[in-house]
């Protein structure tokens, strides 16, 4: 039901604010993946399990994920935003 | 099992196709299986399929949250291949198109299979160098690739007048895929259901796992907590798509996979105009020509994480453009409906099939072009379930490759990243 509803309000593309140049559609943007974690420090002693998991895993959650953009088609800046995988509404925060 | 052929259609013909068996039943749920599989798509339907009939169990439930068939298997564009990288991945493609040519027979059910090519239009080197170095792996496998020159490319394909020389992308050849087919995905469904359910497995639907259950004192699987009360089994698995990780997170199992958002139209139907399957890997968009003449068209996934089903209308436009600078006359076409589903990609993009650190929980996860694995990705899981050690086409599937970071990284054949 929540689904439905919030389907027939959303506009179809995001709007990206570029903390240079602000508001702008989302076709100027490229998608840089999930935020990542701190990387761990290699020069101390780490498990294996740790590593592992900072390579290769992602919080995959159905609502907020923290995600980098790129304004290739723009300034070339970098930034995180945080958006709901249900909605794409973008939020003022959320776990990492 | 009412056997479908000729003579029961015009048997039933005479009752106005009133007294058509039912193709599965709706037991009662009992509260103990020997398995649980969790989700009714192509993967978890043919591994019950598989289960009960190569390995003799079958006290076993499937557990469908919606209704049977209605996931992935209900939305992709259905087409079947082998042409991947790796020589992981390609003997597993290999049986898995195998398996279907025999399926309509073995399953008495029309699945509509029809073998007709997929031809890959290459408009860059980078890409045919690519493709080139999947023939020569292929090659060992006995998956093909050929490669023909422009002018036979048009030939076979009529309505690709774009990419000529002074186009953005002009056509250098294309690579013909020999085995590839398509087939009616609703039927592999069902056929699957059919046969499982006559074998004595039981398919739950609208019952939908809430959480994983284990055992306080070993940790190990016992059971599963559902909408409809807690159902218990020493072997679970979880077989849902792109709702894998939502729950594998209720037990605390982290796996390397993130859920995306992929889209596909159809357009009305016209008079057979192409009988083969068009990929267009350079610029992002493949199609084909259903029994009913609509031509099915797909693209790329939306980038970001994604648990929508609909469409954004800039990945719907990249891919109708792209398809307008090889197909023209296309532009004339009205297209009738657009849909998406949540797909599931494992970290280096090849599927997980496997045992996990929990005892009694199996993963079959990872399936973002796993339509044409349904066959082969049950019964390798129905093997992996049934004796707990893998079947050697699923070895390199296994959950253990990140813990080594031996990768089997396997990049889109079509379109995805
Ligand atoms: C647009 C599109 C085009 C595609 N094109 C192709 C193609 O051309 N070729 C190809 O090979 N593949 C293609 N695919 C991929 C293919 O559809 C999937 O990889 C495959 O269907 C996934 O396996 P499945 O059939 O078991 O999944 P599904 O059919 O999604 O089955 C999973 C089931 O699990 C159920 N479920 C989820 N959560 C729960 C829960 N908590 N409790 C109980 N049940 C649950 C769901 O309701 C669903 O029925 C495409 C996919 C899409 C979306
Ligand atoms: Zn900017």
Request: aromatic share 10%; glycine share 8%.
């Amino acid at each position: 039901m929540f689904l439905k509803r919030e389907l027939l309000r959303r506009p179809d593309m995001l709007l990206l604010h570029c903390p240079f140049c602000g508001p702008r559609n989302e076709i100027e943007f490229a998608h840089g993946g999930p935020e990542k974690k701190r990387r761990p420090d290699s020069t101390s002693d780490i498990e294996d399990e740790m590593w592992i998991e900072y390579l290769t895993v992602s919080r995959n959650p159905i609502g907020p994920v923290a995600e980098r953009w790129w304004h290739v088609r723009g300034c070339g800046g970098w930034f995180t935003i945080y958006r709901d995988t249900r909605t794409h509404d973008i939020i003022d925060e959320g776990p990492l | 099992m009412q056997r479908y052929s000729i003579f029961s259609l015009a048997r039933n013909a005479f009752s106005n196709h009133q007294s058509w068996s039912k193709a599965w039943r709706s037991p009662p749920l009992k509260n103990h299986y020997d398995v649980l599989i969790i989700g009714a798509g192509g993967h978890g339907l043919s591994t019950a399929y598989y289960l009960a009939k190569n390995h003799g169990i079958t006290n076993v439930a499937v557990l469908e949250r919606g209704w049977l068939g209605g996931g992935n298997i209900a939305r992709n564009t259905v087409t079947i291949r082998s042409n991947y990288m790796r020589d992981e991945s390609i003997p597993f493609y290999v049986k898995s198109v195998e398996l279907y040519e025999g399926l309509t027979k073995e399953l008495n059910y029309n699945l509509m299979y029809s073998n007709r090519s997929m031809i890959d239009i290459v408009q860059t080197y980078p890409k045919l160098r690519e493709i080139k170095r999947r023939m020569y792996h292929m090659d060992l496998y006995d998956s093909t690739y050929e490669r023909i020159e422009t002018d036979e490319v048009r030939r076979r394909i009529p309505p690709l007048t774009g990419g000529g020389p002074d186009s953005r992308f002009p056509i250098i050849c294309g690579m013909v895929h020999p085995q590839a087919a398509v087939c009616r995905h609703d039927a592999v469904a069902w056929s699957f259901a059919r046969a499982a359910d006559n074998l004595g497995v039981e398919i739950h639907q609208n019952t939908e796992v809430i959480k994983l259950i284990r055992e306080d004192h070993n940790g190990r699987i016992c059971g599963v907590e559902t909408n409809r009360g807690i159902i218990r089994a020493n072997k679970v698995a979880v077989v849902v798509s792109g709702h894998t990780t939502s729950i594998t997170d209720t037990i605390g199992l982290r796996l390397p996979i993130k859920s995306f958002n992929l889209t596909a139209f159809v357009s009305e139907p016209v008079k057979p105009i192409i009988d083969v399957v068009v990929n267009c890997p350079d610029i992002g968009v493949y199609l084909s020509q259903s029994d009913k003449g609509e031509l099915v068209i797909g693209g790329a996934p939306d980038p970001g994480q994604s648990f929508r089903r609909d469409i954004k209308q800039h990945v719907f436009e990249n891919a109708v453009c792209s398809m307008l600078e090889l197909f023209p006359a296309f532009k004339r076409l009205k297209l009738m409906r657009q849909w998406g589903g949540t797909l599931d990609i494992a970290h280096d993009a090849t599927p997980i099939v496997s045992k996990t650190d929990i005892p009694g929980l199996f993963v079959s996860a990872g399936w973002w072009g796993g339509f044409k694995a349904v066959p082969a990705g049950g019964f390798t899981l129905a093997h992996l379930i049934a004796n707990n050690e893998p079947h050697p086409l699923i070895e390199p599937f296994s959950l253990g490759r990140f813990r080594g970071l031996d990768f089997v990284l396997e990049a889109g054949t079509t379109t995805a990243t």
